[in-house]
């Protein structure tokens, strides 16, 4: 019997093999280019500015027409077709019907002067009001009040039951809840004085300056910052406790009371007033 011997297409076979598999066909490309951006409502006018009609009396002819001084046009042909082409998407916006205001006056340089000395405390004086128009008429003033000045009385007198306790006071006549009242802060505090530094004959002379201005200007609760006496000569406390004496001799004063911590504490007194 014969035997098989490889032939030609053996050979075919074998090289296929050793040969590595095509590789796959590409796919194909279905990604969605971007057109190229394109203004609405291309027309001629568009591709031609120059066509495109201007409004007569509009603001858009007004500027493209408007003269200089020396006579010649401010834009040329090439400006305005430019400037038509620039502007052909623009409205004009719509009158809001805004009311301006005018600013408001300032106050009277009288007014002005009066409120920068009362707030240094370096003058006495009457509060002055703001001057009428000369076209208006002006009815007659009423009588002003008596002045009411407050004076410091003497550095040694006190009543009976101050000397035992003087962090509180309370004039002849009144009831405990004026106390609780002035303590809880009922009345706000309309002004301040801080004594700080202050010799004993300076402080009477701003003490009766502070309260005759406060009481000029009808301020109902005030406060007096006199320290607690840690600077002073062994440890005594001189003006916070001739303060509180001058405040017991002034009939005006209805109450007085330390603050509270925040506002001065026992160094710090608030005081209501007639």
Not at 166 to 171: A, C, F, I, V
Not at 188 to 207: K, M, N, Q
């Amino acid at each position: 019997m014969r035997r098989n011997k490889p032939g030609l297409a053996d050979l075919k076979k074998l090289r296929q093999a050793s040969q590595p598999p095509d590789p796959p066909p590409a796919k194909p490309d279905r990604t969605r280019k971007r057109k190229s951006f394109l203004p609405p409502k291309m027309g001629s006018d568009t591709l031609n500015p120059a066509a495109r009609p201007v409004k007569a009396g509009s603001s858009t002819e007004k500027m493209v027409s408007a003269p200089i001084k020396g006579g010649s046009a401010l834009l040329d042909e090439t400006d305005r077709k430019l400037f038509r082409q620039a502007m052909r998407y623009v409205e004009r916006i719509k009158d809001p019907n805004r009311v301006l205001l005018a600013p408001t006056a300032p106050a009277h340089e009288e007014i002005l002067r009066e409120r920068r000395l009362r707030a240094a405390g370096l003058e006495q004086v009457q509060p002055l009001k703001r001057p009428a128009p000369a076209d208006a008429a002006t009815p007659p003033a009423p009588p002003s009040p008596p002045r009411r000045k407050a004076r410091a009385g003497s550095d040694a007198y006190a009543p009976a039951a101050h000397d035992q306790d003087d962090s509180r006071y309370l004039k002849a006549g009144h009831g405990t809840d004026v106390l609780k009242d002035l303590k809880r802060g009922k009345w706000p505090i309309g002004a301040s004085l801080d004594l700080h530094g202050s010799t004993l004959e300076d402080a009477r002379e701003r003490f009766e300056r502070f309260l005759t201005s406060c009481l000029t200007h009808d301020i109902k609760c005030v406060r007096i910052v006199h320290g607690k006496g840690y600077g002073s000569r062994n440890g005594d406390a001189v003006l916070k406790t001739t303060v509180r004496r001058w405040l017991t001799q002034i009939d005006e004063v209805i109450a007085y009371t330390e603050c509270a911590e925040a506002d001065g504490g026992a160094g710090a007194v608030q005081i209501l007033l007639k």
